[in-house]
């Protein structure tokens, strides 16, 4: 194990390579289904995907707008002609032996990224580009042979090739999960990470700080959540590490990321582009795109990320908070209509509402906000601000409002919720508590100055009122009587 001190001298180095599954209807070079998810293995495929004599690809259109889109979340320039390039490599998962990709022209050039580090920092990281192509299939191996599964070759692909301008595990993760943001708002992919719409390879090498070259680096494949991504970067920095102090080293390999285990494990030396053969597809003509073109394809990308968080600059909301709406866009849709709808108090109240439920969230609740109506929501926290119903009972409105065609205040009524403001009610429950010989020590104590002694009193009366009375209208009543005594 190497000392912190000697950690201290190094820097980490990463680039990443994301594959984006681009949410068409069908594959990317011919008609078969492209939702692949728990469907019986081979069972969406078509001739094309198995590579049989004569069939011939054809380009999925869609594909190529949603390229267009994801350029726009990226900042990048679409480029006005783009080509496919066939990848010879032994891939047992692809029948016809090669894999069609763009190597030499890809669609999208350049671009970046701005994510938010948990210490409140944005890193900057460049996009060199992105490329369509089409996925392989899927091998399972049991022992000493494996089985094929042909139901994800011909999947429509973008990957994102960063710039390697991350120097940290926690820049990392942040950049994997801004990445996942931007290309679900823009409705590129539907960023399922359990069934792999969106794969991360990490790309990192370790070298001392202040050298002017990179270390070897190092590949780890196929991570399919943050928290892996940032577990795996570190490891593989603590193990370069290792390897370089004990004279020892670092080999350019593919290395897979057993996460039970939190460690990487050697897979096959790295292959460059140099292993590969590639030459230009014949079968399929470039893509000629006008700026007319691009700037129709691009014309109904939503607002991203960045434009919530500049929308809620003076909301005084927390970091979290905010990161934590953005997990989900329909959260914070809503949360950015109530504010155009009823202004910043309101929107900060149903911004934490949603925030506190997402970070609570168990079985028995959910969060999928079929009830996109601002209106109900802002209604609900104006009925907060006139104290018709407690901070606590709105988020138990709340919850059920998320699905619910009622009104917030049918749903208190229905649910006996509603706070009691009539003073002349909460008076005589307030009287009731003051002749209470268990009350006489709390009323002296406030007659002495020791104000925090209304907490008892105030409790005495939410619970006579089952928690209907309105406690700052308890609390006011209770002080003037007690200076009447």
Not at 34 to 49: H, I, L
Not at 176 to 200: P, Q
Not at 370 to 397: G, Q
Not at 404 to 417: D, G, M, V
């Amino acid at each position: 194990m190497v000392s912190q001190d000697v950690l201290d001298t190094y820097e980490m180095t990463i680039g990443i390579e994301c594959h984006v599954q681009l949410d068409t209807v069908s594959k990317l070079f011919s008609g078969a289904d492209n939702d692949a998810r728990d469907k019986s293995p081979n069972s969406v495929t078509n001739p094309v995907d198995f590579g049989l004599p004569g069939m011939l690809p054809v380009l999925n259109k869609r594909a190529v707008e949603l390229a267009a889109k994801a350029g726009a979340a990226l900042q990048s320039d679409i480029a006005h002609v783009s080509r496919f390039d066939r990848k010879h490599y032994f891939y047992p998962d692809l029948p016809k032996g090669y894999q069609i990709s763009q190597l030499y022209q890809p669609i999208i050039v350049g671009g970046k990224v701005e994510a938010q580090l948990p210490n409140g920092e944005t890193i900057s990281v460049r996009i060199h580009h992105a490329h369509l192509e089409e996925d392989a299939g899927k091998l399972t191996h049991y022992g000493s042979y494996s089985l094929v599964d042909l139901n994800r070759a011909g999947t429509p692909l973008i990957e994102i090739v960063s710039e390697p301008d991350i120097h940290s595990a926690a820049g990392a993760k942040a950049f994997a999960s801004e990445l996942h943001k931007l290309m679900t708002y823009a409705g590129v992919t539907i960023g399922d990470l359990y069934h792999g719409n969106m794969r991360f390879d990490v790309n990192i090498s370790v070298a001392k700080k202040g050298s002017n070259e990179l270390g070897t680096r190092a590949e780890v494949k196929n991570l399919n959540s943050f928290r892996s991504v940032e577990r795996a970067a570190e490891y593989e920095f603590n193990r370069q590490i290792e390897v370089i102090e004990k004279g020892e080293a670092v080999v350019q390999e593919t290395r897979g990321w057993d996460e039970a285990a939190g460690r990487t494990t050697s897979q096959r030396s790295k292959a460059d582009a140099q292993d590969y053969r590639y030459m230009p597809d014949p079968d399929i003509p470039p893509i000629i795109l006008s700026d007319e073109d691009i700037a129709r394809m691009q014309a109904d990308v939503p607002l991203m990320p960045a434009d919530f968080r500049s929308a809620w600059n003076d909301m005084a909301l927390d970091r979290s908070v905010i990161e934590t709406l953005l997990e989900k866009r329909d959260h914070a849709q809503i949360v950015l209509d109530v504010q155009q709808l009823a202004g910043d108090d309101h929107a900060r109240r149903v911004a934490h509402w949603f925030a506190s439920a997402m970070s609570q969230q168990d079985d028995s609740v959910s969060l999928v906000a079929t009830n996109r109506d601002a209106k109900s929501y802002a209604e609900l926290a104006s009925m907060v601000a006139a104290n018709e119903l407690s901070s606590t009972a709105a988020k138990d409105v709340f919850v059920e409002l998320l699905a619910s065609s009622k009104s917030p205040k049918a749903i208190a009524e229905q649910r006996n919720l509603l706070q009691v403001s009539d003073e002349s009610a909460i008076l005589a429950i307030v009287d009731a508590i003051l002749s209470d010989p268990a009350s006489q020590q709390s009323i002296q104590d406030i007659k002495d100055g020791q104000d925090k002694a209304i907490g008892y009193l105030v409790g005495q009366v939410m619970k006579r009122s089952a928690g209907k009375a309105n406690p700052a209208l308890a609390g006011d009543l209770l002080r003037r009587r007690i200076a009447d005594i």
